[in-house]
Nanobody, 125 residues
Framework: QLQLVESGGGLVRPGGSLRLSCAAS????????IGWFRQAPGKEREGVSC????????VSVDSGNGRFTISRDNAKNTVYLRIDSLSPAETAVYYC??????????????????WGQGTQVTVSS
């Protein structure tokens, strides 16, 4: 059975960067679209970035500023999310999620079937 495990979270200073990892066990990520989501205390879960199963299409909520970089290494069964110029407002639990491939990218959490347990990211000085 597929399990997704996030890592790479922690405490980072405002303006800093983090690279989060989403590793799969029990099955392969090769045939899944993967999305990254985050949920701050008292707020709804929001989509941050997603990548298709082939790694050819990437969508990010902040595409204009280019602060989010999503990538995947299917040989390592891992998807990565790098976030630059972090602000305190981005303190949240970050989750990765997977779904069977679709023709259209989506940052809606309801479109994803498999979820990890999340990794805490705290942005504070």
């Amino acid at each position: 059975q597929l399990q997704l495990v996030e890592s790479g979270g922690g405490l980072v200073r405002p303006g800093g960067s983090l690279r989060l990892s989403c590793a799969a066990s029990g099955s392969t990520l090769d045939y899944l679209d993967i999305g990254w989501f985050r949920q701050a205390p008292g707020k709804e879960r929001e989509g941050v970035s997603c990548i298709d199963s082939r790694g050819s299409t990437m969508v990010s909520v902040d595409s204009g500023n280019g602060r989010f970089t999503i990538s995947r290494d299917n040989a390592k069964n891992t998807v990565y999310l790098r976030i630059d110029s972090l602000s305190p407002a981005e303190t949240a639990v970050y989750y990765c999620a997977g779904r069977p491939p679709r023709s259209l990218s989506s940052l809606k959490s309801s479109r994803y079937s498999y979820w990890g347990q999340g990794t805490q990211v705290t942005v504070s000085s």
